[in-house]
């Protein structure tokens, strides 16, 4: 199947968005349709060369866990969302939490802007969106 992709093609370069083949799903895989992502501080690591990690590439969790790089911070299993998420909307509503104003959403094609705009600190975290 074709995916959009970004691709870094080696330290410091600008990601660069491609059509790339990936295989279907195998048993026990299953395909999601994803409408949005962060640009994670992981990603902007490898890009700028603070982590190792083979060139070209294509980032997110869940491609340098299964290149056995490891990682700090809350990730998808590190967190209880039943307990987490309901703290998160408390948080929100007592106004201790604003995360609709600490994110930005930017169009998934327009990656290399959300990077820029987040190294320059008009945008705490980046959501890039596809339309």
Known sequence: MKVTAAVLEQIGSEFTLKTLDLADPGPGEVLIEVAGVGVCHTDLAVQH??????????????????RGLSLKGIVESD???????????????????????????????KINDAVAAQARGEAVKVVLVHS
């Open 79 to 109: 967190s209880n969302p039943d307990v987490f998420i309901p703290r998160l909307i408390e948080m929100y509503q007592a106004g201790a939490f604003p995360f609709d104003k600490i994110i930005t959403m930017i169009p998934f094609a």
């Open 49 to 66: 060369g603070h982590l190792p990690f083979p060139f070209p590439a294509v980032l997110g969790h869940e491609e340098m866990q299964a």
